[in-house]
T-cell receptor, first 114, second 108 residues
C-alpha cells in the first residue's frame, strides 16, 4: 500500500511554454500533498503544501504565479510550471500524506527546458 | 532553525562489510525522524519512522536507531543492491527538513 504515481516521468519543453505534472495517490486518500524540487546531488527542497479543496501554501522564495498547484481531489494534485525557462529544469517530486506525519513519494518527473 | 546533517557524504563498502550512517539534527519539538532510500532518477522510498529517543526499527539488513540528537542507520552485511542514497528527514512544527543524504556504494 501507499503508492504514489507521477506523470509524466520526464518532459522536454521549449522556453516560454507551460508544463503540467500530475501526482496521484493510487491506493489511499491523501489529505495533504507536497511538491519538492531536487537539483543534482542536492537534497529535496519543499516548494509547496496543498490540501484538497484549498489553496496551496508556498515556501518562501517560491513564485506562486509560476508554479501553479491544484489539489482537485483526495487522490490528485497537479503542478503547472508556467512560462518555463531553462533555470526551471530540475527533478520535481510529489509526496502524499496518509498518516499525520508519514509521507510517501512519487517516482519524480525530470523537466528539461530548452 | 531546524537542521539536519548527514555523514558521511559518500561511503564505499565491500559486500558484507557492515557500517553505519549518521544523521544529526536540531529541531524544536521533534514529531518524527524519517529514513528514506533514493535510487538515481527516482523518488525517495520510505524506510522507517522513529518518534522517540531509544526507539529502534529493523528491516532486513537495515536497523535505525534514535537518540535526542542523532539517528543511525546501521547496515549489516550489505549487498550490492543496497547501493543508493539514504536520506534522513525530521519533522518539526510543520514540514519535513531533509539532509543532503549519504551515497552508499557496495562492491561485490
Amino acid at each position: 500500500g501507499a503508492v504514489v504515481s507521477q506523470h509524466p516521468s520526464w518532459v522536454i519543453c521549449k522556453s516560454g511554454t507551460s508544463v503540467k505534472i500530475e501526482c496521484r495517490s493510487l491506493d489511499f486518500q491523501a489529505t495533504t500533498m507536497f511538491w519538492y524540487r531536487q537539483f543534482p546531488k542536492q537534497s529535496l527542497m519543499l516548494m509547496a503544501t496543498s490540501n484538497e479543496g484549498s489553496k496551496a501554501t508556498y515556501e518562501q522564495g517560491v513564485e506562486k504565479d509560476k508554479f501553479l498547484i491544484n489539489h482537485a481531489s483526495l487522490t490528485l494534485s497537479t503542478l503547472t510550471v508556467t512560462s518555463a525557462h531553462p533555470e526551471d529544469s530540475s527533478f520535481y517530486i510529489c509526496s502524499a500524506s496518509r498518516a499525520e506525519y508519514e509521507q510517501y513519494f512519487g517516482p519524480g518527473t525530470r523537466l528539461t527546458v530548452t | 532553525e531546524d537542521q539536519v546533517t548527514q555523514s558521511p557524504e559518500a561511503l564505499r563498502l565491500q559486500e558484507g562489510e557492515s557500517s553505519s550512517l549518521n544523521c544529526s539534527y536540531t529541531v524544536s519539538g521533534l514529531r518524527g525522524l524519517f529514513w528514506y532510500r533514493q535510487d538515481p532518477g527516482k523518488g525517495p522510498e520510505f524506510l522507517f519512522t522513529l518518534y522517540s529517543a531509544g526507539e529502534e526499527k529493523e528491516k532486513e539488513r537495515l536497523k535505525a536507531t534514535l537518540t535526542k540528537k542523532e539517528s543511525f542507520l546501521h547496515i549489516t552485511a550489505p549487498k550490492p543492491e543496497d547501493s543508493a542514497t539514504y536520506l534522513c528527514a525530521v519533522r518539526g512544527t510543520d514540514k519535513l527538513i531533509f539532509g543532503t543524504g549519504t551515497r552508499l556504494q557496495v562492491f561485490p
